[in-house]
Structures are given as structure tokens and as C-alpha cells.
């Protein structure tokens, strides 16, 4: 099956610098990438989601300027939590899928933030 | 928009039972449903998939799932349940066209006991 990789897998930061999680598609093109946000013992909140080449659509209530989104590529969306805070720590989840008919998405392992 | 639901949070069972999920949506176009499975510690693994044709799907490990478009239900069934497969599931749909993001339910937590 199709293999999306997230880097880093935890990442601890203090309280008003950016972090800048990566996620790839590792064996097929993906024009379509959607990053979901999890608390614990919670489900998957999309966030947003990322066709490269475009700009990001953002769900109500995520904040655009907060989190960056980048899709530069067919293989890389980035996801950057500018000024993160506290309450910024969870678990980030993204997802890829191919262009056309593909209904299928393919989850990343996902990043555990920390903000200090 | 869609909306999904999971009635069951945290589920019991011993090893040999069978198991039962409830799923149910709110959406009035087209959808793909989808089970997801997180075991402890891992990230989101499909179980299943539904998308057209048999409402009864199967998918991996022995898990099934039907999909009864009247009443708007996708439950996920296993007449068995071993012990590795405490873990938490996930119900999901997307509509059949445009962006398809996911909208996964609450989840619900499957213990099962030796």
C-alpha cells in the first residue's frame, strides 16, 4: 500500500517559537493532502486541506495565520504552528491521497508537539 | 456538511465475543465509508472500505461491515474478538465528490480481555 511519512515524529518547542512538521507521500503523487489535529482520547479534527500548487483551505475556526500550510510539491505538504503556545500541543495527523478517482487516503504516523 | 456518530465510547469484551460497533451519518448526498483502527502507540490503519456495489464489505483481520443506506448506519462486526484487537475505531465518511476530507466520529475504545 501507498506509504506517507511524517517527520518528526515529536518535537518539544518553547512557548512563542515555530515548528514546521513535514509530511510526504513516499511512493505516489499526491495532489491532495489534509492535515488533522487530535487530542488525546479524541478523534481526528481536519484542520485543513492542501492541493499543491494552491492555496490551503482552512476549516472554521483554524486559524490561517497560525498554521501555515505549504504544498510545494506532489510529495511534500509542510505544516508550520507559528508562535506556538500551550495549548498548541497535540497530536498532528496528515493524510495523502492521489488525484482522480482515488477515494483512498493514506495516514502518516503522525507528530506529537509539545509546547513548553 | 457531514456528521458522524459513534453511540458506543468504550467497549468491553472477552476474547471470543462477538463485537458489534455502531456508526451512523448524517450527509444527504453520496458518501464513502471507511473504518479506521489505531492500536496502541501506532498511527490510523483502514480496516474497511465502502464506496459502491455490496453493501457488505469485508475487510482485514475478519472485520465486516454493512452498510444500510436506509437507515444510514456502516456498523462494523466481527463474530470473534481476540485479544490484539483492543484498540480504538474509527468511523469516517467523505462525500463521493470534491475535496473528500474525512469526517471521523468520536471514536470508540475496544478492550478486550484474555
Known amino acids: 500500500g501507498a506509504v506517507v511519512s511524517q517527520h518528526p515524529s515529536r518535537v518539544i518547542c518553547k512557548s512563542g517559537t515555530s515548528v514546521k512538521i513535514e509530511c510526504r507521500s513516499l511512493?505516489?503523487?499526491?495532489?491532495?493532502m489534509f492535515w488533522y489535529r487530535q487530542f488525546p482520547k479524541q478523534s481526528l479534527m481536519l484542520m485543513a486541506t492542501?492541493?499543491?500548487?494552491?492555496?490551503?483551505?482552512?476549516e472554521q475556526g483554524v486559524e490561517k495565520d497560525k498554521f501555515l500550510i505549504n504544498h510545494a510539491s506532489l510529495t511534500l505538504s509542510t505544516l508550520t504552528v507559528t508562535s506556538a503556545h500551550p495549548e498548541d500541543s497535540s497530536f498532528y495527523i496528515c493524510?495523502?491521497?492521489?488525484?482522480?478517482?482515488?477515494?483512498?487516503?493514506?495516514f502518516g504516523p503522525g507528530t506529537r508537539l509539545t509546547v513548553t | 456538511a457531514q456528521s458522524v456518530s459513534q453511540h458506543n465510547h468504550h467497549v468491553i469484551l472477552s476474547e471470543a465475543a462477538s463485537l458489534e460497533l455502531g456508526c451512523n451519518y448524517s450527509?444527504?448526498?453520496?458518501?464513502?465509508l471507511f473504518w479506521y483502527v489505531q492500536y496502541p502507540g501506532q498511527h490510523l490503519q483502514l480496516l474497511l472500505k465502502y464506496f459502491s456495489g455490496d453493501p457488505l464489505v469485508k475487510g482485514i483481520k475478519g472485520f465486516e461491515a454493512e452498510f444500510i443506506k436506509s437507515k444510514f448506519s456502516f456498523n462494523l462486526r466481527k463474530p470473534s474478538v481476540q485479544w490484539s484487537d483492543t484498540a480504538e475505531y474509527f468511523c469516517a465518511v467523505n462525500a463521493a465528490t470534491g475535496r473528500r476530507a474525512l469526517t471521523f466520529g468520536s471514536g470508540t475504545r475496544l478492550q478486550v480481555q484474555p
Open positions: 450527509y444527504g448526498g453520496t458518501v464513502n
Open positions: 511512493d505516489f503523487q499526491a495532489t491532495t
Open positions: 493524510s495523502a491521497r492521489g488525484g482522480g478517482s482515488s477515494y483512498e487516503q493514506y
Open positions: 492542501s492541493n499543491e500548487g494552491s492555496k490551503a483551505t482552512y
